[in-house]
T-cell receptor, first 113, second 111 residues
Framework: KAGVTQTPRYLIKTRGQQVTLSCSPI?????VSWYQQTPGQGLQFLFE???????NKGNFPGRFSGRQFSNSRSEMNVSTLELGDSALYLCASSLGQGKDTQYFGPGTRLTVL | GESVGLHLPTLSVQEGDNSIINCAYSNSASDYFIWYKQESGKGPQFIIDIRSNMDKRQGQRVTVLLNKTVKHLSLQIAATQPGDSAVYFC??????????FGSGTRLLVRP
């Protein structure tokens, strides 16, 4: 079974631009979660989607948004990019039925110049 | 943010020795705990999990111990190998579907 895939793997943007990252979950998984990883703050939860609905949201500004499609694929968008948004953005998928294991993709490395 | 990631302690062990990585969790309501391994340039990889109704769980060469009294979690790796070198994260969750990660521990295996 294929794992979680994320595209693109690397991205360079400039301040003020916006960016869209994509995540395809493991087949059969209906929950997709997004995390931001930085050296200073570690791994932080952004949001989680299940059946196209956001079930939980972390403490990030409204510039960070996401959505999930009917095939469970998910996208996250960051608008008006800031230098501090440079990070590894990780997507994780799970069955979504209670506390089941989240499996991570390789991440998208975003650099904001 | 909720994850504390300012410090990354390092554990250096000799190949073949056992490794013990510790983690203190914060939320008394957390009832599901996971250990992940992250190698350079990759996403976190699931190692083993444990639910709060257990205090020990064993996998292949790995054992997780949970002490709810002091909110402490540990990962034991038997016969540590060079391929075990990575950063290890513990994560906790309650009923909110979000994982809260610890700051991580870097494991270095000396040949």
């Amino acid at each position: 079974k294929a794992g979680v895939t994320q595209t693109p793997r690397y991205l360079i943007k400039t301040r003020g631009q916006q960016v869209t990252l994509s995540c395809s979950p493991i087949s059969g998984h209906r929950s997709v979660s997004w995390y931001q990883q930085t050296p200073g703050q570690g791994l932080q939860f952004l949001f989680e989607y299940f059946s196209e609905t956001q079930r939980n949201k972390g403490n990030f500004p409204g510039r960070f948004s996401g959505r999930q499609f009917s095939n469970s694929r998910s996208e996250m968008n960051v608008s008006t990019l800031e230098l501090g948004d440079s990070a590894l953005y990780l997507c994780a998928s799970s069955l979504g039925q209670g506390k089941d294991t989240q499996y991570f993709g390789p991440g998208t490395r975003l650099t904001v110049l | 943010g909720e994850s504390v990631g300012l410090h990354l302690p390092t554990l250096s062990v000799q190949e073949g020795d056992n490794s013990i990585i510790n983690c203190a969790y914060s939320n008394s309501a957390s009832d599901y705990f996971i250990w992940y391994k992250q190698e350079s340039g990759k996403g976190p990889q699931f190692i083993i999990d444990i639910r709060s109704n257990m205090d020990k769980r064993q996998g292949q060469r790995v054992t997780v111990l949970l002490n709810k009294t002091v909110k402490h979690l540990s990962l034991q790796i038997a016969a540590t190998q060079p391929g075990d070198s990575a950063v290890y994260f513990c994560a906790e969750t309650d009923s909110s579907y979000k994982l809260i990660f610890g700051s991580g521990t870097r494991l270095l295996v000396r040949p």
